[in-house]
């Protein structure tokens, strides 16, 4: 099966709201913030500031998805907000084409480093080895960010010429 990444569209929009709905480790209030963004991207209300792709299919059905966008205020600096894949489709590979896509499109636009947050929570074990296998590094955790026993663990990924 042939797998590319295109821009997120409108008509992308129920099959992305359904992904998010059905992903299980999420908070009703996460989802609501995905789904929130994903709107306000479609409506270009967040014009360049949130940036959407989707891996699609060969009917050009998305599987996934990838929210990211400059970080306010640093020079060279992205952060991944959301990536978010079906779950028949987790662990096929499809969220590090999309990791590999988005560094692609950063990398030759110069930028330095991309960051991503997630939770350590046991249910984000899985996200936390994702960000890993696509080698990203644990660069802090903030503990009890969240909540108490919640830490907030931060991964950056240095691209560019001023990797090192």
């Not at 359904?18 to 913030?33: G, H, L, V």
């Not at 205020?73 to 079906?86: K, L, M, N, R, S």
């Not at 249910?123 to 960000?131: P, S």
Request: charged fraction near 35%; include cysteine.
């Amino acid at each position: 099966m042939e797998i590319r990444i295109r821009e997120a569209a409108q008509k992308d929009k129920e099959i992305i709201e359904s992904i998010i709905k059905n992903n299980a480790i999420f908070t009703d209030e996460e989802k609501y913030c995905a789904a929130e963004l994903l709107d306000f991207y479609l409506r270009d209300i967040t014009k360049d500031e949130y940036l959407f792709l989707c891996a699609v299919d060969e009917s050009d059905k998305p599987l996934g998805y990838i929210c990211y966008g400059k970080t306010p205020f640093a020079e060279g600096v992205y952060d991944i907000y959301w990536i978010v894949i079906a779950p028949e489709w987790q662990g096929k590979r499809v969220g590090k084409m999309l990791i590999r896509h988005v560094e692609n499109i950063l990398k030759n636009g110069g930028v330095r480093m991309i960051f991503a947050e997630t939770s350590s929570q046991p249910k984000y074990d899985k996200t936390r080895l994702f960000y890993e296998k696509v080698e990203f590094e644990e660069v802090s955790r903030l503990k009890d960010f969240y909540r108490v026993g919640d830490d907030k663990v931060i991964y950056v990924k240095r691209i560019g010429e001023s990797e090192n």
